[in-house]
């Protein structure tokens, strides 16, 4: 598949965003599109100035929701280089999503082509500052017009960028997670493993529920018995009880985070006990009355580790290492950071240079 490369004059590029970037609110000047349908498969494949599509209001993205999208960065390692941390492993996953969803396979090594033409046109947009980096967000969406409900015959798939701010400018903050049993996010059978636009809008009223009452992000329970926990918002969660770490299994309706794999390697390289296995919400707080839990951390590429805080659950609350950031989330948070950045070993050939 040939690649058109349309590179945006100087003249008309943007001013890069000075100093708070926040997260998704600059956008990069170039973008990568490539469109399909049956007869053709995937063609028209270019990088382009960022600009909106034009959609017709019967697009089936638009009233049956087929859409599907990854989330990566690229970083600006010490040595100069962009740093990908396991593209392959997003664009597999996006493919899995793509399968539940009854949308086309994606070419992930042309795609992979694309994603570099993209960073080669944008690397001046990819931030130099330690723990600053460009977000990746590769997408795809069903355009055909029709109001009939099955599966479209055309597909967009882009990839759009931006630059983001350091996740913990004033350092390692643990966040505050309230736990619901009255909402739930996946259902067995369902679409929870696959990252598709309906389960962020599923999970809204809930996120809106727990801000107002003073906590970041929800924690969720499973959906049969309300009991079990799955995982935090955009974040795959961990325990660290006694001398064992433990996380959900992925059954089916947990997103299979690969910040979630990566941490479960370092964990075993460093010799410490993994073990996925359902766990009750009452057995975490019991562990943690009983001083056998010491800490709580989430996984995701937005924040890498995400130490948590405390613990809300209907009227009770915990409090999770003094509200204070554990020995094992710093450690592995610093590892992460330091192969995604080329300062650490990355003995697994995580990181792609480009
Ligand atoms: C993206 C996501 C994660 C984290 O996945 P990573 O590959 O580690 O970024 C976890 N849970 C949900 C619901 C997600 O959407």
Known sequence: MEIQLEIVPESERKAKPDAALGFGRHMADHMFVMSWDEA???HDAAIKKYADFSLDPAAMVLHYGQAI????KAFRGRDGRIHLFRPTANFARMNKSAQRMCMPQIPEDEVMKGLRMLLEADADWIPDEHGSSLY?????????????VRPSNQYLFYIITCPVGAYYPEGFDPVKIFV????VRAVPGGVGAAKTAGNYAA???????????????????????????????TMNIFFVIGDEVVTPP?????????????VMQILEDWGLRVVERPIAIEEVFAATENGQLSEIFGTGTAAGISPVGALHYNDRD??????????????????????????????HGWVENI
């Open 318 to 347: 915990c409090t999770i290492n003094g509200g204070c950031t554990g020995q094992l989330s710093q450690r592995l948070f610093d590892h992460l950071q330091g192969i995604q950045y080329g300062e650490m070993e990355d003995s």
């Open 40 to 42: 053709q498969g995937w």
């Open 203 to 233: 999970s809204i009223m809930a996120a809106v529920e727990a801000q107002k009452a003073g906590y970041t992000q929800v924690l969720w329970l499973d959906a049969v018995e309300r009991k079990y926990v799955e995982e935090v918002g």
């Open 69 to 72: 999208f990854e989330g990566m």
């Open 250 to 262: 992925l059954t089916g309706s947990i997103l299979p985070g690969i910040t979630r794999q990566s």
């Open 180 to 183: 619901t049993d009255k909402y």
């Open 136 to 148: 990746i967000r590769p997408t795809m969406i069903a355009t055909e017009a029709g109001l009939g």
